[in-house]
């Protein structure tokens, strides 16, 4: 076997010698040419197999998607972050908390009163994958597992470490951090969750095959985080597995019936999924772990967030926020914002006293929006 | 350009060559290979945004390539009688005579063992992967790479039992 690896690997070697590596701008060109390609293609389809009726329902729901019935709140402030991509948005001890993102190890603090950020906090660590606000404190978490304790009192990291003893001396990839059920919890290397204790510090590895943080919400009774989807397997698409706080276990798992979902919530209101690839956001009950709701945004809904009988989500790409009344699964609007999250590092929500705040990262920017009453 | 841009040039230019390699192992043709897997990484940026959330975006590629090189070969396929009446075919690389050999025993196998052949040897994925990867029972696999072995053996002197020992 050996022998005919080292001969394929020379043979392949001699074979692609003289290759040159393209410029990747013209394949994301020739990607782009594509889309539009099929996109045109698939409206001729349309046309040709006489939809037309249903082709301009279709655009008109598309329209009304894109423009939003009506206005239901209002971007009321920019706020310009330093840095170029920040991670994670958390909101106590009446200000608003921001992670300075991946090689930028501070955390911003954002007086809600002035809407300017009026402290930047050094951390030990390089970089900041999220925030978190919880026991007193500011909590952030590295790309590395690193953990720092913020006093919000005195604007200075007081406390730094890892989230639990095999992070000190083995490479370990934090994707998430969320405070709920008085812990800290932090997905880990695609595999686990530790629940850190905080006034110890001491954490608790929950083993959870393709636990992905940028998807994990805390509340509705369980700690909800999306699964990382297997290439190979196909497993894990659009599903959320369920962390019993009781038993640091997962409890179930849960499937929102759509290929992929962005982001998770989970509050008084129930839990959401937001499924950016078909345009859709699924209630869960989390009693018994089934959508019993399916809503038809269109776009590419990504974050989501809840609270004060409403859900507001995301769309990576349209510079727009979305109102669901929680009580009727109504959409009820939408705002416009300013900023739009690159989708790979999906914009963070966070509800407060009646107050959206929601983190973008292009531009780096954090928006205040005000609900209508 | 963004993050996005970023992370996907990043990933492009860290796997093209391991790609193209394992690519031209089984289309045997430089040009097929580097269309095929130019097209798949085409498909993958505008998609990045989904692909960066797999465990291996890679292997995407490489399927979506290997799909898009299997239509080619056929397509080639029924191309051949008429481009052998329009003159020479294009320059080939200068091999060794040993890579000539095996580059000759590839094109003697079909394409589905070549795959297994490839996937198995040069790529190191277990029977198991294969099959997932090319959406195939495990036992169609284990059949491809037997036959595929024991055809390269044939002709390069190999010992066909060792096929299917690195599983």
């Excluded at chain 2, 056929?74 to 191309?79: E, G, L, S, V």
């Amino acid at each position: 076997v050996s022998d005919l690896r080292t001969r394929l690997d020379r043979l392949t070697d001699q074979l692609v010698a003289g290759a040159v590596v393209p410029d990747p701008a013209t394949i994301r060109r020739r990607g782009r040419r594509r889309q539009h390609r099929m996109v045109a293609l698939g409206l001729a389809a349309l046309l040709a197999a006489g939809a037309a009726v249903p082709g301009v329902l279709w655009l008109r729901d598309r329209q009304d998607t894109l423009s939003g019935p009506r206005p239901v709140g209002r971007e009321v402030a920019v706020i310009t972050l330093p840095g170029s991509v920040p991670q994670g948005v958390a909101v106590g001890a009446g200000s608003v908390w921001v992670g300075g993102g991946v090689g930028r190890g501070v955390v911003y603090r954002i007086d809600p009163a002035t809407n300017r950020v009026v402290a930047t906090i050094q951390l030990t660590s390089a970089g900041v994958e999220d925030v978190a606000f919880g026991a007193g404190a500011v909590w952030a978490v590295s790309p590395g597992g690193q953990l720092a304790r913020v006093d919000p009192a005195s604007n200075r990291q007081v406390a730094f470490g890892y989230v639990d003893e095999r992070a000190q001396t083995a490479n370990v990839s934090a994707t998430g951090l969320r405070f709920g059920f008085g812990s800290l919890w932090v997905a880990v290397d695609g595999r686990a969750v530790v629940r850190i204790n905080p006034a110890t510090g001491k954490g608790t590895r929950i083993a959870a095959p393709g636990a992905y943080g940028r998807t994990m919400a805390v509340g509705a009774g369980g700690v909800w985080v999306g699964k990382l989807r297997s290439t190979t397997t196909r497993e894990g698409a659009g599903a959320v597995m369920r962390i019993d706080p009781a038993s640091n276990r997962v409890a179930g798992t849960v499937t929102a019936g759509a290929p992929w979902c962005c982001g998770v919530a989970a509050g008084d209101e129930g839990v959401w999924l937001a499924a950016a690839t078909s345009g859709t956001v699924a209630r869960i009950d989390p009693a018994t772990g089934r959508a019993v709701a399916t809503i038809r945004l269109g776009g590419r809904p990504s974050a989501v967030g809840v609270g004060g009988g409403s859900v507001w989500v995301a769309d990576d790409q349209a510079r727009q926020l979305w109102r669901i009344d929680a009580r009727t699964n109504q959409v009820l609007g939408s705002v416009a914002i300013s900023g739009i999250g690159v989708p790979t590092t999906w914009p963070a929500m966070e509800l407060t006293d009646g107050t959206l705040w929601a983190l973008h990262t292009s531009p780096a920017t954090i928006s205040r929006i005000a609900p209508h009453r | 350009m963004g993050v996005a841009g970023e992370e996907f040039d990043g990933f492009y230019a860290a796997s093209y060559r391991r790609l193209l390699k394992q690519l031209v192992a089984v289309t045997g043709d430089l040009a097929e290979a580097e269309d095929a897997l130019q097209e798949a990484y085409a498909r993958a940026s505008v998609r990045w945004p989904r692909l960066v959330a797999y465990d291996s975006p890679e292997a995407w590629v490489r399927r979506v390539a290997m799909n898009v090189a299997v239509s080619g070969a056929r397509r080639a396929r029924r191309r051949t009688v008429a481009l052998g009446r329009l003159g020479p075919q294009p320059a080939v690389p200068e091999l060794t005579p040993d890579a000539l050999d095996l580059a000759a025993a590839l094109r003697s196998i079909p394409l589905g063992q070549r795959q297994a052949v490839v996937l198995h040897h040069l790529v190191g994925l277990p029977v198991g992967e294969i099959a997932r990867e090319l959406g195939l029972p495990a036992g169609t696999v284990k059949a491809r790479l037997a036959r595929g072995r024991a055809a390269l053996a044939r002709r390069l002197a190999l010992d066909p039992e060792e096929a299917l020992s690195s599983e």
